[in-house]
């Protein structure tokens, strides 16, 4: 079944710990895009990619990094985790034939960095 | 600045009302707007719409755009309590390849 999976879907961290939240879809889509929403707030574009080594940073500055190594997996790291950096980070995808309009969107990891 | 706006940013409602809700746009080369809805996990696609006047219709959701006024209302009838959710709506906008601009969303509470 063509989905897009995000793990861990919550995590609490120490700060200074380096993680990595991984974000995969079975669905052989080219884009891809990482979101984080605060409560309450909108969903802000922070990583994008178009295809496999292809990655641009988005409309809100992150100390995040992202890779794009395989054309279904797109993980977003954090060298060091410090508070600021709790939030709910969403992951979605889509696709580049013709009618694709809507972006699929996965589960999402909470983070909370103590 | 490119900005999606909307209202209310909460509304309680009981079973069986209609409720409007709003979403306004400033957005440099306008492609399309979408409605999501968003419960406990991922945001779920609602609609697409690009033509002015043109309502989409899903069951008892339906929506429509006025390009001329940059706004777009997501209706919802006879409310269920299943209908409780953040309802977001997005702009895509030209120059990139599917890349949105979210709403802080409203956040329905259906009570029965």
């Known amino acids: 079944e063509a989905d897009i999976y995000q793990t861990p879907r919550y995590l609490v961290i120490g700060t200074g710990k380096k993680i990595t939240l991984e974000c995969s879809q079975t669905?052989?889509?080219?884009?891809m895009y990482w979101y984080q929403q605060d409560p309450g707030m909108e969903l802000h574009l922070i990583h994008y990619s178009y295809g496999v080594n292809s990655t641009e940073k988005g409309d809100l500055s992150s100390e995040s990094t992202v890779s794009r190594i395989r054309t279904e997996h797109f993980p977003l790291t954090l060298e060091s985790a410090r508070p600021s950096h709790t939030s709910q980070y969403l992951c979605?995808?889509?696709?580049?034939?013709?009618?694709?309009?809507?972006?699929?969107f996965g589960p999402g990891t909470r983070l909370t960095v103590t | 600045e490119d900005k999606v706006v909307q209202s209310p940013l909460s509304l309680v409602v009981h079973e069986g009302d209609t409720v409007t809700l709003n979403c306004s746009y400033e957005?440099?080369?306008?492609?399309?707007l979408l409605w999501y809805k968003q419960e406990k996990k991922a945001p779920t696609f609602l609609f697409m719409l690009t033509s002015s006047g043109i309502e989409k219709k899903s069951g008892r959701l339906s929506s429509i755009l006025d390009k001329k006024e940059l706004f777009s209302i997501l209706n919802i009838t006879a409310t269920q309590t299943g209908d409780s959710a953040i309802y977001l709506c997005a702009v895509k906008y030209g120059g990139s390849q599917g890349n949105l601009i979210f709403g802080k969303g409203t956040k329905l509470s259906v009570k029965p």
């Open positions: 979605a995808s889509l696709g580049s034939n013709r009618g694709a309009y809507e972006q699929y």
């Open positions: 669905m052989g889509h080219d884009k």
């Open positions: 957005v440099t080369n306008f492609r399309s």
